[in-house]
């Protein structure tokens, strides 16, 4: 098992910055593989980005590249994502999850945080 806690998330303007965290304890985290996801109202839960179990390799969603950061952190079980240029568009509530191989495919993620929301006001 494993359990993830989001933090990070709130209100800003177009154009500025959040860092969102996600701190995972239970299952080794250095062999979980990881994603952000996101879901607005009324539409399914979409890939954000991911990062294999070491942070060699890391994967976006073409909406969110050159603009969103994924990262993590082994030494404290810590998974970020560092949002720029935040859009009204990027506004849902951001889900961390977990797996044993990295993917952009939900159900493929076991494991989930309960979500932080992210508000970006135009």
């Known amino acids: 098992q494993v359990q993830l806690v989001e933090s990070g998330g709130g209100l800003v303007q177009a154009g500025g910055s959040l860092r969102l965290s996600c701190a995972a304890s239970?299952?080794?985290?250095?062999?979980?593989?990881m994603g952000w996801f996101h879901q607005a109202p009324g539409k399914e839960r979409e890939f954000v980005a991911a990062?294999?179990?070491?942070?060699?390799?890391?994967y976006y969603a073409d909406s969110v590249k050159g603009r969103f950061t994924i990262s993590r952190d082994n030494a404290k079980d810590t998974v970020y994502l560092q949002m720029n240029s935040l859009k009204p568009e990027d506004t849902a509530v951001y889900y961390c999850?977990?797996?044993?191989?990295?993917?952009?495919?939900?159900?493929?993620?076991?494991?989930w945080g309960q979500g932080t929301q992210v508000t970006v006001s135009s």
């Open positions: 239970g299952r080794n985290f250095r062999t979980s593989a």
């Open positions: 999850a977990a797996s044993s191989g990295v993917s952009r495919v939900a159900y493929q993620y076991p494991y």
């Open positions: 990062i294999s179990q070491s942070g060699g390799s890391r």
